[in-house]
T-cell receptor, first 115, second 110 residues
């Protein structure tokens, strides 16, 4: 597809379970970002990849959150021992280069609900 | 850290002009973004200001004053479809990662 693709679009899980959220960026985009957005709030930065490496993971709230991008394209955000407070829309975005001075292209997001 | 402030909600009339303000405090400022986000959808890019002044793009214009830590988004000839959340985001530091404000929910009524 032409845009950023995120799966699943909706995920309902129980407290304490493990979840994986996938992001397929625009082909050729080297920079990839994960944000999460709660209702009525702006996107909150989680982690930024440049190629395969996490260039900045300062936004990850704790060690239950982890993300990988092993081949510099698809990325997976992994959340262990989910808590109700993790419920949010998880947005992925990509951009063509590092030191980006232009727009981020966002996916539709994965809505996570932890019961 | 960064502090970004914008009004929570605004209302305007179809056909009118509305100005959405954003103030910020940051170090190592690179640039300021405006994004539009309809309910349940992904944010979409509107503008990116690096230098002071006004940039016009169709019905939308964005202004930046770096010395005042201030920006606004100006929407002209409002249409019902402009009802959305407008997100101000600031890029700073070496990684250029945008930090978003909480967004301004704009309601356009007939």
């Amino acid at each position: 597809g032409a845009g950023v693709s995120q799966t699943p679009s909706n995920k309902v899980t129980e407290k304490g379970k493990y979840v994986e959220l996938r992001c397929d960026p625009i082909s050729g985009h080297t920079a990839l970002y994960w944000y999460r957005q709660s209702l009525g709030q702006g996107p909150e930065f989680l982690i930024y990849f440049q190629g395969t490496g996490a260039a900045d993971d300062s936004g990850l709230p704790n060690d239950r959150f982890f993300a990988v991008r092993p081949e510099g394209s698809v990325s997976t955000l992994k959340i262990q021992r989910t808590e109700r407070g993790d419920s949010a829309v998880y947005l992925c975005a990509s951009s063509p280069t590092s030191g980006n001075t232009g727009e981020l292209f966002f996916g539709e997001g994965s809505r996570l609900t932890v019961l | 850290g960064q502090n970004i402030d914008q009004p929570t909600e605004m209302t305007a009339t179809e056909g009118a002009i509305v100005q959405i303000n954003c103030t910020y405090q940051t170090s190592g400022f690179n640039g300021l973004f405006w994004y539009q986000q309809h309910a349940g959808e992904a944010p979409t890019f509107l503008s990116y200001n690096v230098l002071d002044g006004l940039e016009e793009k169709g019905r939308f214009s964005s202004f930046l004053s770096r010395s005042k830590g201030y920006s606004y988004l100006l929407l002209k000839e409002l249409q019902m479809k402009d009802s959305a959340s407008y997100l101000c985001a600031v890029s700073s530091g070496g990684s250029y990662i945008p930090t978003f404000g909480r967004g301004t929910s704009l309601i356009v009524h007939p």
